[in-house]
């Protein structure tokens, strides 16, 4: 790494008001002594020129990495050069950088809620697999499926009526990928979620209901009980402690939001654009912060 590297890194997404990534990666900066700055680029959904204008900077070295958040980590895809194995076989992007002149998309999605995952449960207890409902069928749902997949775990997702299709696709990719789990998906709707309860190990909202500024909204059905045996996590960190978490906490259960995965994924990234691992101490310190 030549002295006085600057590094120029950003989020491209929207709606960015919410987002801890500038205090994150600001913090891991300055502990390792590094120059630069993290910055929020915030792209409208149907806006694909800004998008890949934004993306161009990357390419000609105006900015050394970009993470991509909702709701363009799927739209980012035919757009970049390469893909790496993870990112291929979920179809999603949250993190880009240049290799050789060329834009490569990773997503540490998958081994940052995974790893968070360990923290939650205990690596004894996620090593033993189980049954799970996942929420939604968005780029965050592919992350946590390919996760869980991947480590043999048996899951239903949920989603709405309008997902149905979407959901279906996302059974296809799954059952083609070498998984040692299975997936089925329903609608997310009591009477469907119902007879699905027992024994289920872990509940995942990948959906963004109850994200601020709806932060009292729930996306578990109206009148159903929570799985009694189930850990509850939502990948949702605004607010910091959701409707859904405070509903499953109430119910007796284990919950937690997703800011253990912000802070694991944004580790990956990190190291991934400027070759060094961040403390992880200072990474929850500064979330804890903000």
Do not use: C
Request: aromatic letters at 6%; glycine letters at 12%; hydrophobic letters at 45%.
């Amino acid at each position: 790494m030549s002295a006085g590297k600057q590094f120029r890194l950003g989020l491209a997404g929207y709606p960015l008001a919410h987002s801890l990534s500038p205090q994150l990666h600001t913090a891991a900066l300055k502990r390792l002594g590094l120059e630069g700055e993290y910055r929020l680029y915030p792209v409208l959904p149907q806006d694909r020129a800004a998008l890949a204008a934004l993306l161009d900077r990357v390419r000609r070295g105006e900015l050394d990495g970009l993470n991509v958040t909702i709701p363009h980590k799927q739209t980012v895809i035919p757009m970049l050069d390469e893909l790496s194995p993870v990112a291929q076989g979920i179809g999603a992007a949250n993190t880009v950088y240049r290799r050789g002149g060329r834009l490569v998309g990773e997503n540490t999605d998958v081994s940052g809620f995974w790893a968070d995952l360990e923290r939650f449960l205990g690596n004894e207890a996620v090593g033993a697999q189980g049954k799970a409902i996942v929420l939604g069928a968005g780029g965050a749902a592919r992350a946590v499926l390919h996760a869980l997949g991947s480590h043999g775990w048996q899951v239903t997702l949920a989603v709405r009526r309008t997902s149905l299709e979407k959901a279906a696709g996302l059974a296809h990719v799954f059952r083609a990928a070498p998984f040692g789990g299975s997936l089925r998906w329903v609608v997310l709707e009591a009477a469907a979620l119902l007879p699905l309860l027992d024994d289920v190990r872990l509940l995942v909202n990948a959906t963004p209901v109850g994200m601020s500024p709806q932060g009292g909204r729930s996306p578990w059905p109206k009148g159903l009980e929570f799985p009694p045996t189930a850990g509850v996590y939502d990948l949702i960190y605004t607010p910091r402690e959701t409707r859904l978490v405070r509903q499953a906490k109430s119910a007796g259960l284990r919950a937690t939001t997703g800011l253990g995965m912000l802070v694991e994924q944004a580790i990956r990234s990190f190291e991934i654009w400027t070759g060094q691992a961040p403390a992880r101490e200072v990474m929850w310190r500064a979330v804890e912060a903000g």
